[in-house]
Protein backbone atom coordinates (compact mmCIF):
# COMPACT_ATOMS: atom_id res chain seq x y z
CA UNK A 1 0.00 0.00 0.00
CA UNK A 2 2.77 2.82 0.92
CA UNK A 3 4.78 1.30 -1.84
CA UNK A 4 1.89 2.06 -4.28
CA UNK A 5 1.03 5.59 -2.69
CA UNK A 6 5.34 6.22 -3.16
CA UNK A 7 4.43 5.19 -6.97
CA UNK A 8 1.15 7.22 -7.14
CA UNK A 9 2.88 10.46 -6.02
CA UNK A 10 5.57 9.51 -8.32
CA UNK A 11 3.81 9.41 -11.40
CA UNK A 12 1.68 12.63 -10.55
CA UNK A 13 5.32 14.18 -10.03
CA UNK A 14 6.79 12.97 -13.57
CA UNK A 15 3.00 13.93 -15.08
CA UNK A 16 3.50 17.61 -13.97
CA UNK A 17 7.02 17.74 -14.98
CA UNK A 18 5.93 16.41 -18.70
CA UNK A 19 3.33 19.41 -18.85
CA UNK A 20 5.64 21.96 -17.36
CA UNK A 21 8.13 21.23 -19.89
CA UNK A 22 5.75 21.38 -22.53
CA UNK A 23 4.20 24.95 -21.39
CA UNK A 24 8.17 25.90 -21.13
CA UNK A 25 9.01 25.23 -24.57
CA UNK A 26 5.50 27.03 -25.99
CA UNK A 27 6.46 30.08 -24.20
CA UNK A 28 10.35 29.70 -25.00
CA UNK A 29 9.64 29.46 -29.09
CA UNK A 30 7.21 32.56 -28.36
CA UNK A 31 9.97 34.23 -26.92
CA UNK A 32 12.78 33.55 -28.69
CA UNK A 33 10.72 34.89 -31.81
CA UNK A 34 9.83 38.10 -29.88
CA UNK A 35 13.84 38.59 -29.39
CA UNK A 36 14.64 37.95 -33.04
CA UNK A 37 12.15 40.54 -33.91
CA UNK A 38 13.08 42.92 -31.41
CA UNK A 39 16.60 42.65 -32.60
CA UNK A 40 16.04 43.26 -36.10
CA UNK A 41 13.11 46.16 -35.89
CA UNK A 42 16.19 47.68 -33.75
CA UNK A 43 17.52 48.97 -36.43
CA UNK A 44 16.36 51.83 -37.69
CA UNK A 45 18.47 53.07 -39.95
CA UNK A 46 18.40 56.69 -39.27
CA UNK A 47 21.05 58.31 -40.49
CA UNK A 48 22.67 60.68 -38.01
CA UNK A 49 22.66 63.82 -40.96
CA UNK A 50 18.90 63.88 -41.01
CA UNK A 51 18.49 63.50 -37.41
CA UNK A 52 20.86 67.21 -37.49
CA UNK A 53 18.43 68.64 -40.02
CA UNK A 54 15.18 67.18 -38.54
CA UNK A 55 16.33 68.81 -35.06
CA UNK A 56 17.17 72.17 -36.62
CA UNK A 57 13.75 72.71 -38.76
CA UNK A 58 12.17 71.30 -35.19
CA UNK A 59 13.89 73.86 -33.47
CA UNK A 60 12.87 76.51 -36.08
CA UNK A 61 9.28 75.64 -36.83
CA UNK A 62 7.80 74.03 -34.46
CA UNK A 63 9.35 74.58 -30.73
CA UNK A 64 6.74 77.30 -29.83
CA UNK A 65 3.80 75.24 -29.29
CA UNK A 66 5.76 71.48 -28.86
CA UNK A 67 8.23 72.60 -26.71
CA UNK A 68 11.61 72.53 -27.17
CA UNK A 69 12.53 68.70 -26.16
CA UNK A 70 9.16 67.61 -28.28
CA UNK A 71 7.42 67.59 -24.85
CA UNK A 72 4.22 68.95 -25.88
CA UNK A 73 2.58 71.82 -24.37
CA UNK A 74 2.08 71.41 -20.37
CA UNK A 75 -1.45 70.40 -19.53
CA UNK A 76 -1.76 68.92 -23.44
CA UNK A 77 -4.51 66.56 -22.82
CA UNK A 78 -6.39 69.84 -21.38
CA UNK A 79 -9.02 71.79 -24.02
CA UNK A 80 -7.82 75.29 -23.74
CA UNK A 81 -10.83 77.57 -23.15
CA UNK A 82 -11.80 77.67 -27.06
CA UNK A 83 -12.40 74.07 -27.16
CA UNK A 84 -8.99 72.93 -28.88
CA UNK A 85 -6.12 71.22 -27.78
CA UNK A 86 -2.68 72.75 -27.11
CA UNK A 87 0.53 70.93 -28.93
CA UNK A 88 1.07 67.23 -27.47
CA UNK A 89 4.30 65.56 -27.61
CA UNK A 90 6.52 64.26 -30.17
CA UNK A 91 8.41 62.52 -28.34
CA UNK A 92 7.14 59.56 -27.38
CA UNK A 93 5.03 60.68 -24.42
CA UNK A 94 1.85 61.28 -26.43
CA UNK A 95 0.31 59.51 -29.31
CA UNK A 96 1.65 60.62 -32.33
CA UNK A 97 3.17 56.33 -32.48
CA UNK A 98 -0.20 55.59 -33.34
CA UNK A 99 -0.14 57.14 -36.55
CA UNK A 100 1.80 55.92 -39.59
CA UNK A 101 4.09 57.71 -41.79
CA UNK A 102 1.80 59.06 -43.95
CA UNK A 103 -0.49 60.38 -41.36
CA UNK A 104 1.80 62.05 -39.47
CA UNK A 105 3.31 63.45 -43.11
CA UNK A 106 -0.17 64.55 -43.85
CA UNK A 107 -0.95 66.03 -40.42
CA UNK A 108 2.19 68.30 -40.81
CA UNK A 109 1.57 68.88 -44.04
CA UNK A 110 -2.00 70.56 -43.59
CA UNK A 111 -1.59 71.31 -40.00
CA UNK A 112 -5.17 70.53 -38.17
CA UNK A 113 -6.66 74.26 -38.84
CA UNK A 114 -8.91 73.24 -41.16
CA UNK A 115 -10.30 70.33 -39.26
CA UNK A 116 -10.52 73.49 -36.07
CA UNK A 117 -7.35 72.52 -34.28
CA UNK A 118 -4.62 74.95 -34.19
CA UNK A 119 -1.78 73.88 -36.16
CA UNK A 120 -0.83 75.57 -39.22
CA UNK A 121 0.00 73.69 -42.70
CA UNK A 122 3.55 73.16 -43.49
CA UNK A 123 3.58 72.49 -47.00
CA UNK A 124 4.38 75.43 -48.74
CA UNK A 125 7.31 76.23 -46.15
CA UNK A 126 9.04 72.49 -45.99
CA UNK A 127 9.68 70.33 -48.47
CA UNK A 128 8.90 66.31 -48.44
CA UNK A 129 12.34 65.75 -47.41
CA UNK A 130 12.20 67.95 -44.82
CA UNK A 131 9.55 67.13 -43.07
CA UNK A 132 10.82 63.87 -43.26
CA UNK A 133 13.93 64.58 -41.36
CA UNK A 134 11.81 66.12 -38.23
CA UNK A 135 9.91 63.09 -38.00
CA UNK A 136 13.06 61.16 -37.93
CA UNK A 137 14.37 63.49 -35.16
CA UNK A 138 11.70 63.21 -33.19
CA UNK A 139 11.42 59.05 -33.89
CA UNK A 140 14.63 58.90 -32.55
CA UNK A 141 13.84 59.38 -29.16
CA UNK A 142 11.20 56.92 -29.21
CA UNK A 143 11.76 54.07 -27.12
CA UNK A 144 12.25 50.91 -28.87
CA UNK A 145 9.30 49.46 -27.77
CA UNK A 146 7.14 52.21 -29.08
CA UNK A 147 8.69 52.19 -31.82
CA UNK A 148 8.25 48.55 -33.18
CA UNK A 149 4.64 48.92 -31.63
CA UNK A 150 4.77 52.01 -34.28
CA UNK A 151 6.26 49.70 -36.87
CA UNK A 152 3.58 47.21 -36.42
CA UNK A 153 0.91 50.19 -37.01
CA UNK A 154 2.79 51.29 -40.18
CA UNK A 155 3.42 48.32 -41.80
CA UNK A 156 -0.41 47.51 -41.37
CA UNK A 157 -1.26 51.01 -42.90
CA UNK A 158 0.53 49.88 -45.89
CA UNK A 159 -0.88 46.79 -47.01
CA UNK A 160 -4.18 48.45 -46.62
C1 LIG B 1 0.71 76.95 -33.59
C2 LIG B 1 1.07 75.76 -32.86
C3 LIG B 1 1.72 74.62 -33.60
C4 LIG B 1 2.85 74.64 -34.39
C5 LIG B 1 3.73 75.83 -34.76
C6 LIG B 1 3.06 73.25 -34.79
N1 LIG B 1 2.09 72.45 -34.29
FE1 LIG B 1 1.96 70.43 -34.51
N2 LIG B 1 0.21 70.41 -33.50
C7 LIG B 1 -0.34 71.50 -32.86
C8 LIG B 1 -1.56 71.09 -32.19
C9 LIG B 1 -2.46 71.98 -31.36
C10 LIG B 1 -1.72 69.73 -32.48
C11 LIG B 1 -2.85 68.79 -32.01
C12 LIG B 1 -3.93 68.75 -33.06
C13 LIG B 1 -4.89 69.87 -32.85
O1 LIG B 1 -5.75 69.75 -31.98
O2 LIG B 1 -4.77 70.90 -33.55
C14 LIG B 1 -0.58 69.34 -33.30
C15 LIG B 1 -0.38 68.04 -33.75
C16 LIG B 1 0.75 67.62 -34.39
C17 LIG B 1 1.01 66.26 -34.77
C18 LIG B 1 0.11 65.05 -34.52
C19 LIG B 1 0.50 64.50 -33.16
C20 LIG B 1 -0.41 63.43 -32.62
O3 LIG B 1 -0.11 62.94 -31.52
O4 LIG B 1 -1.41 63.10 -33.24
C21 LIG B 1 2.23 66.25 -35.37
C22 LIG B 1 2.96 65.03 -35.93
C23 LIG B 1 2.72 67.60 -35.37
N3 LIG B 1 1.79 68.41 -34.76
C24 LIG B 1 3.94 67.99 -35.87
C25 LIG B 1 4.34 69.31 -35.96
C26 LIG B 1 5.57 69.71 -36.61
C27 LIG B 1 6.58 68.78 -37.22
C28 LIG B 1 5.61 71.08 -36.55
C29 LIG B 1 6.64 72.00 -37.12
C30 LIG B 1 6.95 71.85 -38.53
C31 LIG B 1 4.42 71.53 -35.84
N4 LIG B 1 3.68 70.43 -35.51
C32 LIG B 1 4.13 72.84 -35.58
C33 LIG B 1 0.16 72.79 -32.84
C34 LIG B 1 1.25 73.24 -33.54
Known sequence: ???QTALFRYLIL???ALS???CSQDSSGSSEQTIIEKAT???RNF???HIKR???LYLKNCTVCHGIYAEGATDWQQRNADGTFPAPPLNGTGHAWHH???ALVDTIKHGTIRLGGNMPPW???LSDQEINDIIIWFQSKWPDELYQAWQRIDKKAQQR
Open 1 to 3: MIL
Open 14 to 16: VLV
Open 20 to 22: LIS
Open 41 to 43: NQE
Open 47 to 49: DAE
Open 54 to 56: GRQ
Open 100 to 102: PHK
Open 123 to 125: KDR
